[in-house]
T-cell receptor, first 114, second 112 residues
């Protein structure tokens, strides 16, 4: 157990809908990262937050957004869902979000868009 | 941005044999190279990492080597066991980025 928690474990929804994925980092970690894992794209970085502020952005679609709250938990919002958004979404956390820091992954949320 | 290539995509070995997975990276300023193991449907778990100021690191049956000149790093697993069967991902942390760039994964199967 990495100490990173994610909810829900599974999510099934329809195209066009909106969902929210939640992540709580390890105790003491200030930085949260979101990654998408699909069969054909591998693990792709989406976005990073540090202490409530956006720090880095990767291949995140405009339909997707995220935030980190004062209690440091983070939410990833996915809207206007398409079939291709079906994937495993992982959250990872690290202490201060600096380069070269170990990232610990949560158990992931499996999203299925029908 | 950084580009990490990983080979092979699948690897089958007999129990007790060694397994080697290789990765190359493009950003010469990358300085942190973790390896993650992912079992089916589970989270990626860090198994070993290496930083650019060392050439080799060992942890029991697992070792990682880094060649900065050639920009490649490798994972070595000795005396493989069936529980080593999983997908292994290499990653690199390039200049100016805090996130990881992952290789495409190697599915390792250890045959009892």
């Amino acid at each position: 157990d990495s100490g990173v928690t994610q909810t829900p474990k599974h999510l099934i929804t329809a195209t066009g809908q909106r969902v929210t994925l939640r992540c709580s980092p390890r105790s003491g970690d200030l930085s949260v990262y979101w990654y998408q894992q699909s069969l054909d794209q591998g693990l792709q970085f989406l976005i990073q937050y540090y202490n409530g502020e956006e720090r880095a952005k990767g291949n995140i679609l405009e339909r997707f957004s995220a935030q980190q709250f004062p209690d440091l938990h983070s939410e990833l919002n996915l809207s206007s869902l398409e079939l291709g958004d079906s994937a495993l979404y992982f959250c990872a956390s690290s202490t201060s979000g600096t380069r070269g820091e170990t990232q610990y992954f949560g158990p992931g949320t499996r999203l299925l868009v029908l | 941005g950084e580009n990490v290539e990983q080979h092979p995509s699948t690897l089958s070995v007999q129990e007790g044999d060694s397994a080697v997975i290789k990765c190359t990276y493009s950003d010469s300023a990358s300085n942190y190279f973790p390896w993650y193991k992912q079992e089916l449907g589970k989270r990626p778990q860090l198994i070993i990492d290496i930083r650019s100021n060392v050439g080799e690191k060992k942890d029991q049956r697992i070792a990682v080597t880094l060649n900065k000149t050639a920009k490649h790093f490798s994972l070595h697993i000795t005396e493989t066991q069936p529980e080593d069967s999983a997908v292994y991902f290499c990653a690199a942390n390039p200049t100016g980025a805090n996130n990881l760039f992952f290789g495409t994964g190697t599915r390792l199967t250890v045959i009892p």
